[in-house]
């Protein structure tokens, strides 16, 4: 199956031989080679630091990887055990996507598709009582029913962050998951992230700031994948 970009997916026979693979990924924006021939392999318990300077090109990848932008050469292929990249993805984009004009609750609630409508959330206690638990784990107890307006950057962030304690998808994609969350905070997230793999889960995040909670985890380094040396004739 072909889906946008140069995605390709495979069937897997359980979880446990889930995974991701980087075939020879090379990417150009605006005539600009950001990074080449990149090569790498995603198992079941991986968590993945991708890492590089500003501009570097991490956001590009990770959005080459589940569709939204086209690699210039090479190719991404998942190995799903169900035919949807959907139902196994968990992305979290570079901003925190929260709608203003909703409730950190319904903002939660929108994000797993139960119904943004107020009045049907508070008719569902059992989804209202897994988002209100969600939105204590990040901090946000009491915060269920405030407008995300009035809310600030970290708390945005934070309602974001919410959905990695109600996902049940094994790949998560995390952004700068971390930006403007304060330390404690990051301590807690780092805690949810080493949980999802050894559960057999598989992290690929972004972050500038040294990871300090987990203990097991590789680096991609954009910088190990450079463009070929402009040959002056
Ligand atoms: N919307 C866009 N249109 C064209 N080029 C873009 C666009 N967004 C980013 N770029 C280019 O792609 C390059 C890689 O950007 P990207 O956001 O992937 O970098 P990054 O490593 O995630 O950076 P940062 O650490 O600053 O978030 C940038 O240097 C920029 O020149």
Not at 37 to 57: M, P
Not at 85 to 99: D, F, I, T
Not at 168 to 193: N, Q, S, Y
Request: glycine share 8%.
């Amino acid at each position: 199956m072909c889906l946008p970009g140069s995605v390709t997916l495979a069937a897997a026979e359980n979880n446990q031989q889930q995974g991701l693979s980087l075939v020879n990924l090379t990417c150009e924006r605006d005539e600009r080679v950001l990074f080449a021939s990149l090569n790498a392999d995603f198992f079941a318990g991986d968590i993945v630091q991708v890492t590089g300077a500003n501009g570097r090109g991490k956001t590009t990848l990770l959005k080459i990887i589940i569709g939204t932008l086209p690699a210039t050469r090479g190719e991404v292929s998942w190995r799903l055990n169900s035919a949807s990249l959907r139902e196994n993805l968990l992305y979290l984009g570079h901003h925190p996507a929260v709608n203003l004009s909703l409730t950190a609750l319904e903002n939660l609630s929108w994000y797993f598709g139960l119904n943004g409508r107020k009045s049907l959330i508070h008719d569902n206690l059992p989804d209202r009582d897994i988002l209100t638990s969600a939105l204590a784990s990040v901090g946000l107890g009491g915060y269920e029913d405030v407008l995300c307006s009035q809310m600030s950057a970290g708390q945005h962030r934070r309602v974001a962050l919410a959905r990695l304690y109600i996902s049940e998808a094994p790949l998560w994609l995390l952004d700068e998951p971390f930006t403007a969350i304060d330390r404690a905070g990051v301590a807690e997230l780092e805690g949810v992230v080493a949980q999802h793999a050894a559960r057999g889960g598989i992290v690929l995040l972004t972050t500038h700031q040294p990871l300090q909670a987990i203990s097991h985890f590789r680096v991609l380094d954009l910088a190990d994948f450079p463009p070929a040396p402009v040959e002056v004739a």
